[in-house]
């Protein structure tokens, strides 16, 4: 895998989360992982970072208003 596109500087930090810090979001949010917004298991980076389906990703960007913000995905087939 292309271990570069991780240095692009459109490409956020993208982490899979572990199983405790994933029924925390969950928790946290009052929502069921299915109801995320998805990723799909082929996407470029998620292919890098080794996510697998049924992973859950947080996805850190740079705000220009708020610093960073942070988004989750849910990994998916397809």
Not at 7 to 36: A, D, G, M, Y
Not at 59 to 78: D, L, Q, W
Request: proline residues 5%.
């Amino acid at each position: 895998m292309n271990l570069e596109i991780l240095k692009h500087q459109l490409v956020p930090k993208h982490e899979i989360l572990s199983s405790k810090e994933k029924r925390e979001v969950l928790k946290k949010f009052n929502i069921e992982k299915e109801k995320l917004p998805r990723i799909s298991v082929s996407d470029s980076v998620v292919k890098v970072i080794g996510a697998k389906p049924g992973d859950l990703i947080r996805i850190t960007r740079k705000s220009p208003t708020s610093g960073k913000a942070i988004y989750y995905r849910f990994v998916v087939e397809g």
